[in-house]
């Protein structure tokens, strides 16, 4: 057994319309340890979420596309597994935590039903157990349990997405996707929740992936971090790495855009132009238009990933022998 | 609850005073006068004359529309220009037939509409999708009574098999039932299918599947308890289709039911007896909808907070219904 | 060009290269593609496009009179000279059939208009103007929703009598609730659209935005709802005139033409089977149209 959780490798996922297709994930690459955290960041439309239904097997049926690639699972690819054993492997292994919690729960149903559900399907116990172990889930998220009997719409947002993730973590997976857990809810129930996941993840040992496009967020939580651009991982490295060290162009602008305490600026910097569109991605680097240190053969390459120091992967052409010399 | 029940109750006394506001100018418009229609042609216009006097009908429309409620109010509807008879006791014992008949349709359309809806919604965007959507359109388009036409040749004329008109047996009622529910399956079918597609890209069929749920689970217990909230606020519209087109059939399978009852009055230029008969359809008919909006409260438990609390804040779907 | 290229991606390149010239997107371009891509909706279109063509040539079409009575030629089965046979007066029924189009799709066509200036203009003012106004009218429009559509209608007519006017009028009011209800909701799903609350934000005025947005905008929905009720009133009118209280003898309106058969059912269907044909082909012509349109002005709903 390997110390990996999860590997994901060389990962393309299309949409495919009539009209178009759009090109989510462009060929990413990275691996999580066991009772890690890694921050997936990215402003919106990098294909973060694609990148999570991905790994969960939840792709939009007829319209999603895994064109290549691997998703390996404690060495087992997920992309190999039949529906029926991928549906053995959600909810039981790999758990997801939506964005909105205001619209992840079925509004006719009890939440301690809702919770029982995952419980049921993954283990040989019968309704009273579950929902004993719904009881529990409410506890643990910091919620009377005798609420069990309440419908969704009698909760506030915040207590609604500590019940999604009661029902995440109410088989203990090895890994649980948080796709922007808090960017629905108020700022102050923001801290609440993600110091209680945090706790859990902790106690628990569970490897897991924080998508947001919060860096302070990913400060606090993460050891590893993934920073995606236009479907491309474009940096991954560890937190340390990443954060006081970072390579790419992208990478740099984006913590240039974070307000500061210490300086007084007039305006925050701001990444000039706009994404590409995911459905004509050019043949060159998808950040060309907007990267200020790039260059003339920038727009010969696809850029690929170089590994700048031990676990540091930047994918851009200014750390590879292509590139000429600084003009910067 | 029970205030809401109240409340609800309460609405119905402004429904009710405009439709028979509706009623009554129509009844101003009807042609020739009462009087005479009453007393024949025979009548002197002396008689005529002390008989309107008699009626009211001398009076401003006013004193006669409060006239006119105060007789709704207690359960006089007018008479019957042909029997003399009240209209109410004429119209009662048409209603339980007209009432079987509406009902063994609505229960017909609904079932094969929502079976039709969830399999089209299912089979979405496939030859079974394009079957279902023709299938119920065609039947959308034929008139209710082509259909009565069509099946009373083959089961009648042809196989002798029920009656054409006609309801002394239990039989009679069958192909009135079928005819009246065929031409609502459309409606049932296309709420059913894009409420239940609707449903299914929700976020909490999503969080279904991320537990691992199978996909036949999360039909039947996530999808179709959500879905069919706006097919059954979907029956208080039809029913009243179905009444309307119960009317037609009601003449061609000569069923003795309210809407024969009606239609014959219309022929037979029997004002009271139409007039009459349509009010107290309508309040029926309100009175069905009020039930069938209680009802629902028992469906969507959000409803339910929102009507104790008495908030006005209700939850999409609820405002939908309004 | 793209980073990774799919069959998927071959497939599009080829249907854009096949394309002459980039064309402007605007939403009307965009509803009539998906229009187009619809079969049955261009089926349903070019079938009523004929039935139009039928109407306004209808003189030339028909081989005999209308209400020209041949007692020699009674209730004849149908014949090269007769192709849907004959009535009971030996009125040619193909002739009756091809005038009943020019007349059925006429007073379908002045229902539609009156209900959606009456019923839908409440409608749309009750969704425009919102608050109270919104509030008195949809009250009023309850009260006549209480009474199921097709009775409204024929105690109208039994009040106000047989004929086309009549007919008209009857099937405005009975379908005044349904027509305010639907432009009501279209309006309202317009007002409440973010484009229509900036243009407010910058201070447009009030019959300049009803104008040149919401309208345009609401529009769409409308088309459907037009084209939807041409067959609902030719239903309604049709199932009037068959159970005898709708238009008159001898307006060759088709359900007029099914009750002069009715009552031959038996030994001479073809009296019913002809017209019962046109009126299922026109409304199921209307309903597919109008579905294509749904799913081409609407495609959320689909």
Redesign the interface.
């Known amino acids: 057994m390997s110390e990996n959780i999860l590997e994901v490798k060389d990962l393309v996922i299309h949409y495919e319309t009539d009209e178009e297709v759009v090109e989510a994930v462009n060929d990413i690459t990275f691996t999580l340890k066991k009772g890690q955290v890694m921050g997936l960041v990215g402003e919106t439309g990098a294909g973060k979420t694609t990148t999570a239904l991905g790994i969960m097997g939840l792709l939009p049926s007829k319209v999603g596309h895994v064109i290549q690639g691997s998703i390996k699972l404690e060495g087992e690819d997920l992309l190999r597994k039949s529906p029926r054993e991928m549906r053995d492997v959600r909810g039981k292994r790999i758990s997801m935590i939506f964005q909105d919690p205001m619209t992840a729960l079925n509004p006719v149903k009890t939440v301690g039903d809702q919770i029982a559900e995952v419980v049921l399907l993954h283990n040989r116990c019968s309704k009273a157990e579950a929902l004993k172990r719904a009881q529990e889930m409410l506890a643990m998220v910091g919620i009377v349990p005798e609420r069990y009997k309440d419908y969704p719409h009698q909760f506030s947002g915040g207590m609604k997405q500590r019940i999604v993730i009661a029902i995440a973590l109410a088989c203990e997976p090895d890994l649980l996707i948080a796709d922007e857990p808090t960017t629905a809810l108020d700022v102050t129930i923001q801290a609440q929740i993600l110091d209680m996941m945090r706790k859990l993840q902790k106690d628990h040992g569970t490897s897991m992936i924080l998508i947001t496009h919060d860096l302070g967020v990913v400060a606090e939580m993460c050891e590893t971090v993934a920073v995606m651009y236009a479907g491309q991982l474009v940096e991954f490295g560890s937190l340390e790495e990443v954060f006081d060290n970072p390579k790419h162009p992208y990478t740099r602008a984006l913590y240039q855009s974070i307000p500061s305490l210490d300086k007084d600026v007039e305006r925050l910097h701001v990444i000039p132009g706009m994404v590409s569109d995911p459905s004509n991605l050019p043949p060159y680097c998808s950040f060309f238009e907007r990267c200020d240190e790039k260059c003339d053969r920038c727009r010969d390459f696809e850029p690929w990933a170089v590994e700048v120091d031990p676990g540091h992967v930047v994918r851009c052409l200014q750390y590879t022998p292509e590139w000429n010399g600084g003009e910067k | 609850m029970l205030r809401y029940i109240v409340k609800r109750l309460l609405l119905l006394i402004?429904?009710i005073l405009?439709?028979s506001?509706?009623?009554f100018i129509?009844?101003t418009?009807?042609?020739g006068d009462p009087a005479r229609q009453i007393l024949g042609n025979d009548a002197t216009q002396e008689q005529v004359d002390a008989k309107r006097e008699e009626l009211g009908l001398n009076d401003p429309v006013i004193v006669q529309y409060v006239r006119y409620i105060g007789g709704v109010v207690r359960g006089d509807f007018g008479e019957s220009y042909r029997t003399g008879e009240p209209v109410l006791s004429e119209i009662v014992p048409r209603l339980a037939t007209s009432a079987k008949i509406t009902l063994g349709a609505v229960a017909i359309g609904a079932v094969l509409g929502i079976l039709l809806g969830i399999l089209s919604a299912l089979k979405k965007y496939t030859w079974v999708d394009?079957l279902v959507?023709?299938i119920s359109?065609?039947f959308?388009?034929?008139?209710?009574?082509?259909v009565a036409?069509v099946l009373?040749?083959i089961f009648s004329?042809k196989l002798h098999l029920l009656p054409a008109t006609g309801i002394e047996t239990v039989k009679g009622y069958i192909l009135p039932m079928v005819c009246v529910g065929l031409s609502s399956v459309a409606s049932y079918t296309r709420i059913t299918r894009?409420s239940m597609?609707e449903v299914l890209s929700?976020?909490?069929i999503?969080?279904?599947?991320?537990?691992?749920?199978?996909e036949g689970n999360i039909t039947y217990?996530?999808a179709l308890?959500?879905a069919m909230i706006p097919v059954a606020q979907s029956i208080g519209t039809n029913l009243?289709?179905a009444?309307?087109?119960g009317?037609?059939l009601e003449?061609?399978f000569g069923v003795p039911g309210v809407g024969k009852y009606?239609?014959d009055?219309?022929?037979q230029?029997n004002?009271p007896s139409?007039?009459g008969g349509?009010l107290i359809?309508?309040?029926v008919?309100?009175i069905i909808n009020l039930v069938v909006d209680i009802s629902f409260v028992l469906?969507?438990?959000?409803l339910k907070?929102t009507i104790i609390s008495g908030g006005s804040k209700a939850?999409k779907k609820a405002k939908a219904a309004a | 060009m793209a980073k990774m290229h799919t069959p998927a991606m071959e497939r599009i390149e080829k249907k854009n290269a096949r394309r002459k010239k980039p064309v402007q997107s605007t939403p009307a371009y965009e509803s009539w593609k998906r229009f187009k891509r619809n079969p049955t909706a261009l089926i349903g279109l070019a079938v009523v496009i004929i039935l139009i063509l039928i109407a306004i040539f209808a003189p030339l079409i028909a081989p005999y009179d209308y209400q020209a009575q041949d007692y020699l030629s009674m209730m004849q089965k149908p014949s090269a000279a007769h192709l849907f046979g004959t009535d009971t007066f030996g009125r040619d029924i193909f002739s009756r059939c091809i005038y009943g189009t020019r007349y059925s799709l006429l007073i379908a066509l002045f229902c539609t208009i009156a209900a959606f200036f009456s019923g839908g203009l409440l409608g749309i003012i009750a969704g425009y103007f919102g608050g109270k106004v919104d509030t008195i009218i949809m009250r009023i429009m309850d009260i006549f929703q209480a009474i199921p559509m097709i009775m409204m209608a024929m105690c109208i007519v039994a009040v106000l009598g047989n004929g086309i006017p009549q007919l008209v009028a009857a099937i405005m009011f009975a379908s005044m609730p349904t027509m305010a209800r639907n432009n009501r909701a279209a309006i309202l799903r317009v007002r409440g659209a973010d484009y229509i609350e900036s243009s407010e934000a910058i201070g447009v005025g009030q019959f300049k935005m009803i104008i040149k947005h919401m309208i345009p905008n609401a529009i769409g929905i409308m088309i459907i709802y037009f084209v939807g009720f041409l067959a609902v009133s030719i239903l309604m009118m049709s199932s009037m005139s068959y159970i005898g209280v709708g238009l008159a003898a001898p307006t060759p309106e088709w359900g007029l033409i099914l009750n002069d058969g009715k009552a031959y059912l038996t030994n001479a269907p073809y009296m019913t089977l002809f017209p019962a044909m046109m009126i299922m082909i026109t409304c199921f012509a209307f309903n597919l149209m109008g579905d294509g349109l749904r799913d081409a002005f609407d495609p959320r709903l689909k």
Do not use: C, W
Not at chain 2, 206 to 214: E, L, N, S, V, Y
Not at chain 2, 299 to 302: E, F, G, N, S, T
């Open positions: 402004p429904i405009g439709v506001a509706i009623i129509l009844k418009f009807t042609p394009s959507l023709v359109m065609f959308q388009s034929v008139p209710e009574f082509v036409l009373i040749m004329v894009s597609l929700e976020d909490y999503r969080t279904a599947r991320a537990k691992g749920q199978t217990h996530h308890r959500n009243g289709n009444i309307g087109g009317m037609v003449t061609v009606i239609v009055s219309i022929t230029r004002y139409v007039l349509a359809i309508a309040i008919l309100t469906i969507d438990p959000r907070t939850p």
